[in-house]
């Protein structure tokens, strides 16, 4: 039977892990910008993964499923509500941007400034999304930030398709 101090223990090492992974490891900790880093830190990843573009796919829905829980533990052991070192958001949102364009460093840039734009300003539906509980509310508005990103780099693909084909 384990002692108390050893159960306290795997606790505190069982949280540390989803601090870990809220923040990125030290990526969240970085400053100015805390955000900003973590949209370059998931920069890498992605251009690994997209040797499969479905390799990302799978990314955004694991880091969105890990982030909302490691999002909640932050919150619950820090008592910050949607803590600016806490950037796993950032990273599912930026992945969500970049599923939608080719292996450019143009379209890239683009996806990058278009999600932290979307992010930082918060449109209406970012904005309502952000109103969410917990740790749904931090990935949700990234999560919508995004989408909207990735909407409107579509809508550029088409229109320069459409004006060269």
């Not at 969105?64 to 803590?83: F, L, M, P, R, T």
Request: proline share 5%; charged share 15%.
């Amino acid at each position: 039977m384990p002692t108390a101090a050893a159960r306290n223990g795997r606790v505190a090492m069982h949280r540390q892990v989803w601090i870990n992974l809220a923040t990125l490891g030290p990526v969240g900790r970085i400053r100015p910008a805390p955000g900003t880093w973590g949209s370059l830190a998931a920069l890498l990843p992605a251009a690994l993964a997209l040797g499969g573009n479905w390799l990302l796919e799978v990314g955004v829905v694991i880091a969105c499923i890990i982030g909302v829980k490691a999002a909640d533990i932050y919150e619950a052991h820090s008592g910050k509500k949607d803590a600016s070192e806490v950037v796993i958001d950032e990273l599912a949102g930026q992945w969500i941007a970049l599923l939608v364009v080719p292996l450019d460093w143009r379209w890239w840039l683009a996806a990058f400034v278009l999600f932290r734009l979307f992010d930082i300003v918060k449109p209406g539906p970012v904005r309502m999304a952000e109103r969410l509980p917990g740790g749904l509310g931090v990935m949700a508005d990234d999560v919508v930030a995004g989408v909207l990103a990735a909407a409107l780099l579509l809508v550029v693909q088409i229109m320069m398709t459409g004006a060269t084909g």
